[in-house]
């Protein structure tokens, strides 16, 4: 037998005083109240009630046995009225990861606005280049760039990872504008040193990068890189989210826009989830709203 629902069942027959009051309150005979609780008795090794002709009480051990099942199904009562309220409005830790630099200059800033409208959310942003393992180590959502494997998780696509080759103003007019591939090898091209092999620097018709120097100055951060470029030093190649603000303000100028590379897929990945937390629904709706194809 089921042996919670064997604890209501004796918890029905202390609080109603019969096997037959207990029955009608459950919706059975009074013979399977009886095994019910005869079955609690087995498991336990000892008398819940004594039973005479005419009514019952309850032992020692029975009373006991009574307060704990009440103590249990309260637990359960205040679990299931939790989850309800989980479910009823955005609320509780929300863990998030994505790739360093995206995460870093793009998504922090637009999680504080995310908070600002949930104040009963709370975020716990990862920020990683490799790929994690949402359902192994805990997550609720990911950003993902590059191609997705089939995972069997629900990927929401988001506007694609383009690239932007860009310098400041005083830096073209003291060196003069590129116009090709080929005529970076006469500038200071700054390095990210975290690209992956035979990424670095891939432009249309510049194969495996040959016509860009090394720079002098490199960097495994894209925040140093843009400094540099604001500071007027080279010229950066970085995510043109990353570098939107820079370049609509002027303090940066978009270079050889005819050969950069392919814009890479973007996504917003999570577990399928019939009955998602508002928590997620409103965070997928929100960075929707922000970055849609």
Same mark, same amino acid.
């Given at each position: 037998?089921?042996?919670?629902?064997?604890?209501?069942?004796?918890?029905?027959?202390?609080?109603?005083?019969?096997?037959?009051?207990?029955?009608?309150?459950?919706?059975?005979?009074?013979?399977?109240?009886?095994?019910?609780?005869?079955?609690?008795?087995?498991?336990?090794?000892?008398?819940?009630?004594?039973?005479?002709?005419?009514?019952?009480?309850?032992?020692?051990?029975?009373?006991?046995?009574?307060?704990?099942?009440?103590?249990?199904?309260?637990?359960?009562?205040?679990?299931?009225?939790?989850?309800?309220?989980?479910?009823?409005?955005?609320?509780?830790?929300?863990?998030?990861?994505?790739?360093?630099?995206?995460?870093?200059?793009?998504?922090?800033?637009?999680?504080?606005?995310?908070?600002?409208?949930?104040?009963?959310?709370?975020?716990?942003?990862?920020?990683?280049?490799?790929?994690?393992?949402?359902?192994?180590?805990?997550?609720?959502? #990911?950003? &993902?760039?590059? +191609? $997705?494997?089939?995972? /069997?998780? @629900?990927?929401?696509?988001?506007?694609?990872? !383009?690239?932007?080759?860009?310098?400041?103003?005083?830096?073209?007019?003291?060196?003069?504008?590129?116009?090709?591939?080929?005529?970076?090898?006469?500038?200071?091209?700054?390095?990210?040193?975290?690209?992956?092999?035979?990424?670095?620097?891939?432009?249309?018709?510049?194969?495996?990068?040959?016509?860009?120097?090394?720079?002098?100055?490199?960097?495994?951060?894209?925040? #140093?890189? &843009?400094?540099? +470029? $604001?500071?007027?030093? /080279?010229? @950066?190649?970085?995510?043109?989210?990353?570098? !939107?603000?820079?370049?609509?303000?002027?303090?940066?100028?978009?270079?050889?826009?005819?050969?950069?590379?392919?814009?890479?897929?973007?996504?917003?990945?999570?577990?399928?989830?019939?009955?998602?937390?508002?928590?997620?629904?409103?965070?997928?709706?929100?960075?929707?709203?922000?970055?849609?194809?």
């Amino acid at each position: 037998m089921d042996k919670l629902r064997s604890m209501q069942v004796f918890v029905a027959a202390v609080d109603a005083g019969s096997f037959a009051a207990a029955a009608e309150r459950c919706g059975m005979s009074a013979v399977m109240v009886g095994k019910h609780i005869r079955a609690l008795e087995q498991m336990l090794g000892a008398a819940l009630l004594r039973r005479t002709t005419r009514r019952h009480a309850l032992t020692e051990i029975g009373r006991r046995y009574a307060d704990e099942c009440r103590a249990i199904f309260a637990q359960i009562s205040a679990a299931e009225s939790g989850a309800e309220t989980m479910r009823a409005a955005p609320r509780g830790l929300l863990k998030v990861t994505a790739p360093v630099s995206f995460g870093s200059q793009w998504l922090a800033p637009a999680l504080t606005d995310y908070l600002a409208v949930h104040p009963e959310v709370t975020v716990d942003l990862n920020l990683n280049d490799r790929t994690v393992d949402l359902v192994e180590e805990g997550f609720d959502v #990911a950003v &993902r760039i590059g +191609a $997705l494997p089939d995972s /069997g998780m @629900v990927a929401r696509p988001l506007q694609p990872y !383009a690239m932007a080759v860009c310098a400041s103003p005083a830096y073209l007019e003291q060196h003069g504008t590129p116009r090709t591939p080929a005529d970076l090898a006469r500038h200071e091209c700054l390095e990210f040193t975290g690209w992956l092999p035979g990424a670095r620097w891939k432009l249309k018709g510049d194969k495996d990068g040959r016509h860009v120097p090394s720079g002098r100055f490199r960097s495994n951060g894209t925040a #140093a890189l &843009r400094m540099a +470029a $604001l500071h007027g030093f /080279g010229i @950066v190649m970085q995510a043109e989210l990353m570098l !939107a603000d820079d370049i609509a303000a002027g303090r940066l100028v978009p270079l050889l826009r005819d050969w950069l590379p392919a814009p890479r897929p973007m996504h917003l990945v999570y577990p399928r989830d019939r009955r998602a937390m508002p928590k997620l629904t409103t965070f997928v709706d929100f960075l929707l709203a922000r970055l849609a194809p």
